[in-house]
């Protein structure tokens, strides 16, 4: 099957310090999703990219989408303990999502 | 709240037991998903259902089953658990219009010994 090569695979900053984090496919797809996972939890959506290209800011989070629409990636700034958590990637074609494998954060305070 | 709901939250099994893990969502959403979570491999697709009445093999369906119970219930079975099977597991459903993003439950612990 698609397989979405996310990178890292984990991170371990300093508080307050920018995070970036990326996802690559050999598929296009059209849309992507970023996800964010806390321990014991179902991921929840961060953003949702609907044309190549675009870029889209969340508060302190911004993402965009490939202009090739075969990558994406998440900036996160001034990183925060509460940021810890798993954050995946998704490439989603019509009602079909395919997930990267993860990016682990690490945040000390 | 909507959301979707899914049980039992944790579960132990013997190895060769069966059990079913029940999902439900109340945002009258068309598809739902069952994704097993393991370390190291993010979200790997499990089984589908488009829509009520129809289901289909995702990444990872052998030793699993489903049923599409309704528009909102979809449950996922394991007839004779084996090890392997130990994973966390999310049910997810996805809307059909507006948004189009899936939404997950909170996840089911699967331990079998």
């Known amino acids: 099957g698609q397989q979405l090569n996310q990178s890292p695979q984990s991170m371990f900053i300093q508080e307050g310090e920018d995070v970036s984090m990326n996802c690559t496919s050999s598929s296009i797809f059209n849309t992507w999703l970023w996800y964010k996972q806390d321990p014991g939890e179902g991921p929840v959506l961060l953003i949702a990219?609907?044309?190549?290209?675009e870029l889209t800011s969340n508060g302190r989070l911004t993402a965009q989408f490939g202009i090739t629409r075969k990558d994406s990636f998440l900036n996160i700034s001034a990183s925060i303990p509460s940021d810890v958590g798993i954050y995946f990637c998704?490439?989603?074609?019509?009602?079909?999502?395919?997930f990267g494998g993860g990016t682990r954060l690490m945040v000390k305070p | 709240n909507a959301g979707v709901t899914q049980t039992p939250k944790f579960q132990v099994l013997k190895t060769g037991q069966s059990m079913t893990l029940q999902c439900a969502q109340d945002?009258?959403?068309?598809?739902m998903y069952w994704y097993r979570q393991d370390p190291g491999m993010g979200l790997r697709l499990i089984y589908y259902?488009?829509?009520?009445?129809?289901?289909d093999k995702g990444e990872v369906p052998n030793g699993y089953n489903v049923s599409r119970l309704n528009k909102r219930e979809f449950s996922l079975r394991l007839e004779s658990a084996a090890p392997s099977q130990t994973s966390v597991y999310f049910c997810?459903?996805?809307?059909?219009?507006?948004?189009?993003?899936?939404?997950f439950g909170a996840g089911s612990r699967l331990t079998v010994l």
């Open positions: 990219l609907y044309k190549a290209g």
């Open positions: 259902s488009a829509s009520e009445g129809t289901t």
């Open positions: 998704a490439g989603q074609w019509g009602n079909m999502l395919t």
């Open positions: 997810a459903s996805f809307g059909d219009s507006g948004a189009n993003v899936l939404t």
């Open positions: 945002m009258n959403h068309n598809s």
